[in-house]
C-alpha cells in the first residue's frame, strides 16, 4: 500500500501523519516523535514502512 503523506501534526510525544492512498482514502497513522524525525517525515512524501498502526480518518 502506497501514498502520500498529506501533513504532519506534531504532539508532545507522537505525531499523527494522514497519508491520502492512490484510491482515495485517507488512512491516520500515529507515529512516534523519534521515528518522525529519523524517518525525516514531511507533508508530500511518499509513505514509507513507517506506520506501525493505522485507522480510516
Known amino acids: 500500500m ?3 503523506v498529506s501533513s504532519l501534526e ?4 507522537s505525531s499523527e501523519v494522514p497519508i491520502t492512498l492512490a484510491s482515495g482514502e485517507t488512512l ?15 507533508a508530500g512524501m511518499v509513505a514509507m514502512p513507517f506506520i506501525s498502526e493505522s485507522i480510516t480518518c
Open 2 to 4: 502506497t501514498g502520500t
Open 10 to 13: 506534531v504532539g508532545q510525544d
Open 28 to 42: 491516520c497513522a500515529t507515529v512516534p516523535n523519534e521515528q518522525v524525525t529519523q524517518q525525516k517525515v514531511r
